[in-house]
């Protein structure tokens, strides 16, 4: 087994997974070419409740046994973590709610956890996404929902009430005139937004 050579323990902290969940084994296959990862958490664990924070909520129930993250490489295979989700009955809101999956492993709705995420955010600095794409064997439907959660969120969290001075430029963002406006801090030197088109109708967006 993969894990044979390591202390106890020792895995869980290299992919930064902690109690009550555990790694309860590893598969590594050559006809698949993948490393697989299982993770579970302890019998009779609590959890603090997903919805209001309430602490020590006793597991209702398993909502998905098999929840499925790719992650970083191992060597050259491609690893996937896959995972227990459960959920509690909160004493305090009674609210029915999926536990919060420790943050390496990123949100349930992502198929990548956060150091696969970072991987393609840092290629994508200076490859195109067709590229990266098959650099990595992931559909690049699957590789812009990263990029366009992160600058969503970074777009709604950045604060501009510093910014006196806007300077604008457009360039052609495809064959044709296909063109994009760029809208950006002069003093900071950061681009505040990216929009379609040229015109006017650029600064109502």
Avoid at 41 to 70: E, M, Y
Avoid at 90 to 98: E, L, M, P, S, W
Avoid at 143 to 162: C, E, G, K, M, T
């Amino acid at each position: 087994m993969f894990a044979a050579n390591l202390k106890e323990g020792q895995l869980e902290v290299l992919l930064h997974i902690p109690e009550p969940w555990y790694i309860d084994h590893v598969d590594f296959s050559l006809e698949t070419k993948q490393l697989d990862v299982y993770v579970k958490f302890r019998k009779r664990a609590l959890f603090p409740c997903s919805s209001c924070g309430a602490p020590d909520q006793p597991v209702r129930d398993i909502a998905n046994h098999d929840r499925t993250w790719r992650h970083l490489n191992f060597f050259e295979y491609p690893s996937y973590i896959h995972a227990e989700l459960s959920r509690t009955n909160c004493g305090k809101c009674n609210t029915i709610a999926r536990v919060n999956v420790p943050r390496a492993l990123n949100k349930p709705k992502h198929y990548f956890t956060l150091h696969f995420d970072a991987l393609i955010i840092a290629l994508a600095k200076d490859m195109p996404m067709n590229a990266v794409s098959r650099f990595v064997g992931e559909h690049d439907t699957r590789l812009w929902r990263i990029l366009h959660h992160y600058v969503d969120n970074a777009i709604a969290a950045q604060d501009l009430s510093y910014v006196t001075k806007i300077n604008t430029d457009e360039t052609s963002a495809k064959r044709g005139h296909n063109y994009i406006t760029i809208f950006i801090d002069p003093e900071q030197k950061n681009v505040i937004c990216v929009t379609k088109g040229k015109d006017s109708g650029t600064w109502h967006e």
